[in-house]
């Protein structure tokens, strides 16, 4: 067992636990997300009542979400302003305690349509789409979460702010744009172990007063639970593998 920062880890990615999941209908999937996450918590020393499942429904149309719903899940992710526009409108007529989070990167163009209908915002990461959302929420009052997105693999294909320049980017949307950030999001690279990204990001977030942690897919939610995650982004493992 791998110990990081004190904490114990039992594995770092759980894809041989979910490695028949494309052959799952949805439901099946959650219930199996949703006890990963029990077992995860459990083995962390945590209430899993502390950990929000996003269930990720980018690509996946009503016949995939409905069951979904129905086994009450109400928290969703889309990657897309323009898909979520148009899919997820007669949801959330049919179903008003649903949310509705943007996990994917954020045109500042697309600023107006993201705070008007998403509930949370994962992917602030530059200082033009923290004017624009700052902007407009002022504008509609409405305050979605917001989650600054830390490149933590410095990537220079991804989105997210650099480490080291993540206390100056919070700051700045606090101080310049007036936004209330409430927590950090992070995606580590695919070929390298997850769990000292997470931890990165658990350290930048506490040393900036920030409670929430967006961390872990499919493959390694357990680890992102394990160091501090209170929002866990699970796609394939629910849903099968994007059409």
Not at 56 to 70: L, S
Request: glycine content about 8%; aromatic content about 4%; charged content about 25%.
């Amino acid at each position: 067992m791998k110990v990081l920062f004190g904490v114990p880890l039992k594995f770092e990615r759980i894809g041989d636990n979910l490695r028949d999941v494309r052959r799952m209908n949805p439901t099946d999937g959650l219930e199996r997300v949703r006890a990963e996450i029990a077992r995860a918590c459990r083995d962390a020393g945590r209430d899993p009542a502390t950990v929000t499942l996003v269930a990720v429904a980018k690509t996946h149309g009503a016949e995939a979400i409905e069951p979904v719903i129905a086994a009450g899940q109400r928290v969703f992710g889309e990657n897309r302003v323009q898909e979520a526009k148009a899919k997820w409108p007669p949801f959330l007529a049919r179903h008003g305690d649903l949310e509705l989070h943007l996990v994917g990167t954020l045109q500042s163009n697309k600023a107006r349509e993201a705070v008007a209908l998403f509930d949370a915002i994962h992917s602030v990461d530059r200082d033009s789409l923290a004017a624009a959302l700052g902007k407009e929420i002022a504008r509609q009052e409405r305050r979605p979460l917001l989650f600054v997105e830390v490149n933590t693999g410095e990537e220079p294909q991804k989105g997210g702010v650099l480490p080291m320049e993540a206390d100056t980017f919070i700051a700045a949307c606090r101080d310049r744009h007036g936004l209330a950030i409430s927590g950090l999001m992070c995606v580590p690279p695919l070929d390298e172990p997850p769990a000292p990204h997470f931890a990165l990001t658990a350290k930048i977030a506490k040393r900036n007063g920030l409670s929430l942690l967006s961390m872990g897919m499919s493959s390694d939610f357990a680890a992102a639970i394990a160091l501090g995650a209170t929002h866990v982004r699970v796609g394939t493992a629910i849903f099968g593998a994007r059409s």
